[in-house]
């Protein structure tokens, strides 16, 4: 296993990190750019992604660090247009106002999981939450129309020329999986049949996407499929729990990723990815330690212990400090660091790992 000095440093740096990303009224951005330890040439990334949110909210708890009641309160009375339409979009300045008005449903799922998870490992109760979880869940089945939803949406890598189309009734299969869970988990602290037959639909949708010639469940599935290999398609088992790690379907999936985007050891978001988050031309992308970490959650849950540490101990033996990027590349390009979402992702997978005993 990694060095545990090293991990137990960057742990008491997570805890900085996730503070310092909590702002006053209490939303949690993706970066803050106003410590001097973020890179002057990185581009801005102080809003509020509330999937972003989500995972750091898990993580927090883990290690006993308060910052998801005051999150969740923001989610619920900030973003612009939430309370009208019932829907979230791309990011969120830290007032509340919108910045892009592309529709995230992963994000929805996200934040249901979050605050089960909150509920389950705290003295919280689901009550403290229900209008949120409410206007979550009847966001998602307002929109949904039996195997897609009826506005474009966009994934959690928001790449603006890959939206889905009602004409083309296409979906993202992270996001059904996301969105899926999140709906049952609703369905759990407070039941309610549209939102349990909406998330049913989802999963079925969600298996269909499993190409059996490709052997790979796709990025998107309709009337145009999206082939391009993605990793974020681990989401299925960890934290969305639609399929076994061990099912042949996502072994097959994870085998897909390894073959096409891991180069080195280290994992790409999907194949053809040129962001590189400089904040000028995008001149290739680099590897994602979050995406490392939830392989080793992956390899966690499937009962490979080796695999699992070798994609951690990846990132922290290339680590020269304690803060983790959003990418790591093979030249001197530094992109957003540290990455509050990469943070949460290592924390978690620490707790897979067996590095949280002492902590929370």
């Known amino acids: 296993m990694g060095n545990k000095e090293k991990v137990q440093k960057i742990l008491e740096a997570s805890k900085k990190v996730f503070i310092d990303a909590a702002v006053e009224n209490g939303g949690i951005v993706a970066g803050n750019t106003d410590m001097s330890y973020y890179p002057p040439g990185a581009k801005n990334y102080h809003y509020v992604w509330p999937r972003d949110g989500a995972y750091v909210c898990v993580a927090a708890d883990m290690l006993g660090v308060d910052i998801a009641k005051p999150f969740f309160k923001w989610m619920y009375e900030r973003p612009e247009k939430f309370e009208k339409t019932g829907l979230l979009y791309r990011r969120y300045a830290t007032n509340g106002r919108l910045e892009g008005e592309d529709f995230q449903p992963d994000q929805h799922g996200a934040l249901l999981w979050a605050i089960a998870e909150h509920v389950k490992n705290t003295d919280d109760t689901a009550d403290e939450y229900k209008d949120l979880i409410v206007r979550l869940a009847e966001g998602l089945s307002e929109h949904w129309r039996g195997h897609f939803f009826d506005i474009n949406t966009v994934d959690l890598w928001e790449e603006e020329k890959r939206q889905t189309l009602e004409e083309y009734e296409n979906t993202f299969t992270y996001s059904l999986a996301a969105c899926s869970r999140g709906l049952l988990l609703a369905d759990f602290l407070f039941p309610h049949k549209t939102w349990r037959n909406v998330a049913t639909e989802m999963k079925e949708q ?18 145009i499929n999206d082939y391009n290999v993605d990793a974020s398609l681990v989401g299925l088992v960890y934290p969305f729990d639609m399929i076994e790690a061990t099912n042949a379907k996502m072994v097959n999936t994870v085998s897909q990723i390894e073959k096409k ?9 999907f194949e053809m990815d040129y962001y590189d988050g400089e904040g000028r031309g995008w001149e290739g992308a680099g590897a994602w330690p979050l995406l490392n970490f939830w392989l080793s959650i992956y390899y966690a849950k499937k009962g490979d212990t080796e695999k699992a540490e070798d994609y951690f101990d990846w990132v922290i033996d ?12 093979s030249d001197g390009r530094v992109g957003v660091k540290p990455l509050v979402w990469s943070h949460a992702m290592f924390v978690i997978a620490c707790s897979f790992l067996g590095y949280l005993e002492h902590e929370g």
């Not at 985007?261 to 978001?269: K, S, T």
């Not at 290339?318 to 590349?329: A, G, L, R, T, W």
């Open 206 to 223: 969600m298996e269909k996407a499993y190409d059996k010639e490709h052997k790979y469940f796709l990025r998107t599935k309709g009337k």
């Open 261 to 269: 985007i891991v180069h080195e050891g280290g994992v790409h978001r």
């Open 318 to 329: 290339k680590m020269k400090d304690d803060y983790i990027p959003e990418q790591m590349f």
